[in-house]
């Protein structure tokens, strides 16, 4: 299927590794004109050529830190009018409510709700105004079921989810689309990190804490970043126009509700 986004500008936040790079490999398949983003030059550099070795096309990057006013202000000069934002962030670290400072939840609030919403404020009216744009933002499946250590991180992603659902409702009339992509448990870095976490607390081999994380998923097994970044290029498609405020779960059938 063609998806009819071929030469629109797309910029992915946080794609150097896991399932920002994912959906930045995706985007360039398809013929985009991509800015991927990062902290890490070096980090940047390799994710740059990965995507040039899978896709042949090169990609434009940006070293900056979105949890920073300049580094947001340095994506913007970088890329002021794309016509797809992915917002993405690494999210908080795990716990429970006595074990987060107020540093952390400032911290998690400028990361993972404001950061995407200043984004999402420059570069609404232009995509408007060319009455084309996709926004996808990656929150977590957490936002819809909540974990007992993901708190955190459920409650400033779904103070994004409410903003990006209000907004849309004004967007979508121009041909621009706001939607939420809700992962969980993909094989990424972040979950091999928490197979670390689970190996040293339970005293058991990664390999096996792996095993335990994706005996949690309904499919029995982890996601594929490949998987979530071909569902990301979907969304922001010339099909997509008429999907707006919408929470998609990439879950492997995990959750428990109807709605």
């Known amino acids: 299927m063609d998806l009819g986004i071929t030469g629109r500008t797309a910029l992915v936040c946080a794609s150097s590794r896991g399932l920002g790079l994912a959906c930045a490999t995706a985007l360039a398949r ?3 004109r991509v800015f991927i983003n990062g902290r890490d030059a070096g980090a940047l550099e390799a994710a740059a050529h990965a995507i040039e070795h899978a896709t042949g096309v090169r990609v434009q990057r940006i070293v900056a830190d ?3 006013e300049a580094g947001r202000a340095a994506l913007i000069a970088a890329c002021p009018e794309p016509d797809i934002l992915v917002n993405n962030n690494a999210g908080p670290e795990p716990g429970k409510i006595a074990d987060w400072t107020r540093e952390d939840w400032l911290g998690a609030v400028e990361a993972n709700m404001l950061a995407p919403v200043f984004l999402i404020k420059t570069y609404l009216p ?3 105004s ?3 744009g996709r926004i996808v933002n990656i929150t977590s499946a957490m936002v819809k079921s909540p974990s007992a250590t993901m708190g955190l991180s459920a ?3 779904a103070g994004l989810t409410a903003l ?3 907004v849309q409702r004004d967007s979508v009339v121009d041909n621009v689309t706001i939607n939420n992509m809700l992962p969980e448990r993909f094989d990424t870095d972040r979950q091999r990190y928490m197979a670390d976490r689970m190996s040293q607390r ?3 081999t990664v390999a096996e804490a792996k095993q335990r994380i994706a005996a949690t998923i309904a499919a029995k097994r982890l996601g594929q970043p490949s998987e979530f970044g071909d569902a990301c290029a979907f969304l922001c498609s010339a099909q997509a126009g008429f999907i707006s405020g919408q929470n998609l779960q990439l879950d492997g059938g995990s959750y428990a509700g109807l709605v």
Request: positive net charge.
């Open 126 to 128: 232009g995509m408007r």
């Open 66 to 68: 979105l949890n920073t």
């Open 155 to 157: 409650a400033v992603r």
């Open 164 to 166: 990006s659902k209000s």
């Open 202 to 204: 339970e005293s058991i």
């Open 130 to 132: 060319r009455r084309f």
């Open 30 to 32: 398809e013929g985009c």
